[in-house]
C-alpha cells in the first residue's frame, strides 16, 4: 500500500509545486525556462512512447513537432484562423502525419522505419525551406505570429503567467492520457512487446497496430505542444529541426530512462535548464550534452557512479592521508 | 540533344556515381559486418574534408600525402570509436546504436566546428582543367574520381573475396555464430570493418570537399543520399550498394539538368521513402 | 468426423533446404497428437510456421475448422484459436504471474464480432482477469499469481506457457517439448496436466523427444526424418514399425515394450 500511496503523492506534490511556481517566481526569464521545460517535457515523454515503451526510433518526432508548429503559425497568419483552432488543426496535422509515416512503414524492421523517418524528417525541412508562396518563411521563419488569447488575456511570451499555466495545463493533459495509456492495455502490450516480442505475438498481440496507436497518440501531442510554442514564442523558424535539438531531444530519452514513465519528463526540465545555461558556449554546449548522453548510453547511472567511485579511490585515499596526516602533524 | 550532350550526362552521372560509391560502401560495410547503422558516417566524411584541409593549408604538404595523411587518422579514429564506443553500443541494442551514433555525429561535427570555424571553405582541386563534351565541358578531376572509384571497387573487391581478412568480413556478415564457432575473431574483424568504412567516408570527404563546398555540416547531405544508396541496393549488399550508387549518381545529374539542383534533395526524399514503402529490401538486399 | 487442424502439402524452405518437406496430416478433435523425431527432423520448424512465428509456411495448406492460415498473419493466427508453448522457456520478465496469463486473454478480442461476443460472454462469463484466475488454477500455480515472474523455476515458466496459452481460449493447443528439462515428478505432473486439460476437451499437439512420455500421452503419434512423415499411427503401431525404429526409437525400444 505504501508504494502505491507514493506513486501518486509524489507526481501530486510535484504538480502543486508547478501550479504554485509561479507566486514564487522573481523574474520573467525563469518563467520563460519553465515554460520551455514544460514544452520539451510533452515532446519528450510523447517520443518516449515510441522509443522507450514500442521500441520503434521515430527519427521525424521533432518534424511532427515542427508540423504541429507550422500548421497553426500558417493558418493564423496567412488564413486569419483564430489561434485556439489553430492549436487543434496542429495537432490533428501532426497526429495525421503520424498515421501517414506509421501505416506503411511501421510492418518493418525498426532500422527502415527509424530511415523512413529520418527522410521524412528531412522532408519537412525541406518542405519548410522551399517556401512556397512565402508560407512558411524559408530560412527566415515566420514572425508576429498572432498570439492565443481569451478577451483581454493573452498567452504568450510577454504575459508569461498566463501562458505557462496554459502550457502545464496541456503538460498536464498529455501526461495523464499518456498515464492512462501505458496502464491500459496497450500498455500491457507494449510491455509484453518489449519483454519477450514472439510470445507476444503468440497471444494475440499485433505489433503493427499497437506501434500505429503509439506513433498516432504521441504525434497528437507533440503537434499540440508544437503549435502552442509557435503562439507563445510568437516566431518560428527551421531551428526546431536542426540535429542539435534532435540530440538534446535524444538525451532527454537516454537519460531520463527508457521505458521509465517519469524518467524522460525529469531529463527535459534538466536538459532544457542545462542547454539554456550553456548556451553561451557556442559549439562546446552540444559536445558536452552528446558526450552526456554517449556516456549514459554505455554505463547506467548506478555503473556510471560505481566507475567514478573506483577511478577516484586511490586520489581520495592520497587526499584523506594527507589531510589526516596534516592534522597529526597540527596537533600539539 | 546532340550525342555530345548525352555522353556528358552519362559520363558525369558515372563520375558522380563513383563518388557516391566511395561513399557508401563504408556505410554497407559497416552494416553489413557489425549490423550496425552507422548515422555519424555524414560526420565523418565532413572530417575527412576537413582532415585533408588541415594537411593541405596548416601543414603545407603534397596533396597525394596529405590523402593518405587522412586515410590514416580515420583509420586511427575508426578503430578508437570502435574500441571505445561502438562495441558497447552494439553490445546493447539498435536503439542505443542508433542515439549512440547520431551522438557520435554530433560531437565530430562541432569539434569540427570548433577547430575549423563554420566558414565556407574549398580544397583545392589538384588537377585543373577539362575536357570538352556536348554543350557543356566535364572536369579532369571527374574523371579523376570516376577512376579513383573504379579503383577502389577493385581494390575492395579483392580485399573481399581474395583475402583472409576479407572472407572472414563476409563470413562475420553472414553468420556471426558460426564464424565465432569456426576460430574468426569477430571482434578484430569488427574493428578492420569500421576503420575501412572511416577511411573509405573520410576519402569521400577529401574528394567531395574539392567538388563542393565545405562546411561542418556538409556531412548530412552525404549521409541522406548514403541511406537511399544502401536501402535502395539493399542494407548489407556490397553489390547492391555499388548499382545504387550508380543509379542514384545518374538520376541526380540527370534531375538536375531538368528540374535544377534546387529540388534535387526533394526529389531524394521522396524516392527514398517510396522504396522504402514499396520494396524495402531494395536490389539485392535481406527480407524486410 | 473432420479434422480439427489439416496440414495439405506443407513445404518450409530455407533457402534451398527444405526443413519441412510436403507434409500431411491431421488432427482430429479431442485427441492427443504426438510428434518425434531425430534432432533437425523439422517438428520445431512445423510449429513456427503452422502459427507463423517467426515465419510462414513457404508452400502448402494448413487448415484450422475449415479456414484457411496458412497466410494469415501470427497474431490473427492466435485469434483463429491455435495457441502454442516454446521450446525454450519464454516468460515477461516484468510481469507478475498473473499479469503473464492475463496477456493471453487480453487479447482476444480483436473484430467487432469478438468485442460483441465477448461483451455477451461477460455479461454472461468471466472476464479476462477472471479467465487468467482460471488458467491458473488448472496449472496449479493459483498462489503465486503476485509473483513476479522473473527469477521464476524452470517448471513454472512451462506451466506459466501452458496458461497464458489456455488463456487465449484455442482450439488446437501446441505444446512444444512441454517437459523438457524438468525433473522425474515434475514430468508426472505435467503429463498429469496434460491429460487433465484433454479430458476437458482441449485438443492437443505434442512435440516431446522423451518418448516414455509421449508414447504414454498420445493418442496417435507421427515420427518425422528430414522433414518428411516417416510413419503415422497409434504408438503400438509406430512401436513396432520398422523404419520408425530404425530412424529414432533405437532397437532398445521394441525389446522395451516387448
Redesign the interface.
Known sequence: MKMKRRKIVLPLLAVVVLALVPTMASSGYVLHLLVMCLIFAVVASNWGLQVGYSGIYNFGHYGLFAIGAYTAAVLSMSFGVSPWIGMVAGATAAALAGLVIGLPTLRLKVIYFALFTYSFQMLVYTFVMINIGGLTGGSEGLHRIPSLQIGAMRFNHYSKVSAYYLALAIFLLSTVVLYRVVHS?LG??F??LR??Y??????????YRYKLVAVVISAFFTGLIGAFYAYYIGALGPTILSWGILIIGNAMLVIGGFGTFYGPIVAAFVLTVMAESLSGLGAYRYIIIASMMIAALLMSPQELWRRACVVTAPLRTKWWEHFSNRKRSEAP | MDFGSIVLIVVSGLALGSLYCIMSMGLTLTFSTLKAFNFSHGAIIALGAYLTYFFLTTMGVHYSLAIMLMVVCCLVIGIVIERTILKRLLAKGLMEIIIGTLGIALLIENIVLLVFGGRLKRLPVPIEGAVALGSGSISYYDLVILGCGLLILAVMAYFLKRTRVGMAMRAVAQDKEASHAVGIPVARVNMYAFAISVALAGLAGAFMGSVYFMTPSMGNDALTRAFLICVLGGLGSIKGTVLAAFVVGIIESVTALILGIYWTPLVLFVFMMAVLIIRPSGLFGEEA | MKALLECINVSRYFGAFAAVKNLSFQVFPGEVYGIAGPNGAGKTTLFNAI?G??FSVTSGKVILDGKETQKM????I??AGI??T?QIP??????TYL?NV???S???T?TKADKTAQRRRVRNGPSPHEFAIDALRAVDLLEKSDALARGASLFDIKRLMVA??L??RPQLLLLDEPVGGLNRSEIEQLLDLIRKLNGEGVTTVIIEHIMTALMTISNRVMILQSGEKICEGTPEEVGSDEAAIEAYLGKEYRALIE
Open positions: 492495455r500491457v502490450a510491455k509484453a519483454d519477450s514472439d510470445y507476444a505475438i503468440s497471444r494475440g498481440i499485433s505489433p | 502459427t512465428i517467426p498473419k501470427a497474431h490473427q492466435c485469434h495457441a502454442r516454446f519464454h516468460v515477461f520478465e516484468h510481469f499479469e492475463m496477456v493471453g487480453l487479447f482476444q480483436r497464458s496459452a488463456a487465449t
